[in-house]
């Protein structure tokens, strides 16, 4: 088992406070020194929340051992705008959060509280670019493009996107499938730069058809075991499986819609 700490009560402190750079240089070299998973040629990985645009780091930044297929559920892959809101006497979430708004730029928080790290505001793009420790550095939005996150990314067989329809937990919902929410204004994913100049190989995969947009009832990581045996059956299997029937009933699907 591959850890960031020493036991799972630590494990899941690392979720809120810790780097999520040094969390996931960690994770590449634990995995790479793995004496069973260093060796697999290709992996399937299911990431859920935070933890899918974390797992979209690991292929980007290392890969190794290659994730084949990743599916994310709720994934704040173009950030958020908002940081979540805590239970009435939940008063070390308060404290946290008001780190958060109050210094979310700083140094000291951009390197110890996760949320911040993937904070993305329209209305602070530029402190984002500047700032931002972690999530403009995988979307690839700085001015200096790594070569290698694109490589990387776009050698996904599939790469699935699940939006929760009432998600009330991640603000916006819709950065679930990379789109950029500002106000109330949406734009898709597909009339971003992000896109358009392909800065991350997203318009790569969508023109072989390994690019999906989905949608399931009810709000953040509201999961049934019918939806989670269907998504195990149309993008995980043994090593050589073709996923070529899939990626055709999608794009015939797509053109139906858009007819």
């Known amino acids: 088992m591959i850890r960031i700490d020493d036991d799972a009560s630590a494990d899941r402190s690392a979720t809120f406070f810790g780097n999520i750079t040094t969390q996931l240089e960690k994770v590449c070299a634990d995995l790479a020194a793995h004496p069973i998973l260093s060796t697999a040629p290709a992996v399937d990985a299911l990431g859920f929340s935070q933890g899918g645009q974390f797992l979209r780091g690991?292929?980007?930044?290392?890969?190794?051992?290659?994730?084949?297929?990743?599916?994310?559920?709720?994934?704040?892959?173009n950030g958020i705008s908002e940081f979540q809101t805590c239970g009435a006497t939940d008063w070390l979430c308060k404290g946290a959060n008001g780190l958060l708004r109050s210094n979310t730029w700083s140094s000291f928080v951009q390197n110890r509280l996760v949320p911040a790290q993937y904070f993305r505001d329209p209305n602070q793009?530029?402190?984002?670019?500047?700032?931002?420790?972690?999530?403009?550095?995988?979307?690839?939005?700085?001015?200096?493009k790594n070569q290698t996150y694109k490589d990387n990314l776009a050698k996904l067989e599939k790469f699935v996107m699940y939006l929760f329809e009432d998600d009330e937990t991640v603000i916006p919902k819709e950065t679930s499938w990379f789109s950029e929410v500002n106000g109330t204004e949406?734009?898709?994913?597909?009339?971003?730069?992000?896109?358009?100049?392909?800065?991350?190989?997203?318009?790569?995969?969508?023109k072989k058809g390994a690019l999906q947009f989905k949608k399931t009832p009810g709000?953040?990581?509201?999961?049934?075991?019918?939806?989670?045996?269907k998504v195990f059956k149309d993008y995980y299997g043994p090593y050589g499986r073709s996923f070529e029937d899939e990626v055709r009933e999608e794009m015939r699907y797509t053109l139906q819609e858009e007819l």
């Open 58 to 77: 690991y292929i980007e930044r290392c890969n190794f051992p290659p994730i084949r297929s990743l599916v994310t559920f709720g994934s704040q892959h």
């Open 125 to 144: 793009y530029d402190s984002y670019l500047e700032y931002s420790n972690f999530l403009a550095d995988i979307n690839n939005e700085r001015a200096l």
């Open 186 to 206: 949406v734009t898709e994913l597909r009339d971003t730069k992000i896109y358009k100049e392909d800065w991350l190989g997203l318009k790569e995969l969508d």
């Open 219 to 229: 709000g953040h990581m509201t999961l049934t075991d019918k939806l989670l045996e």
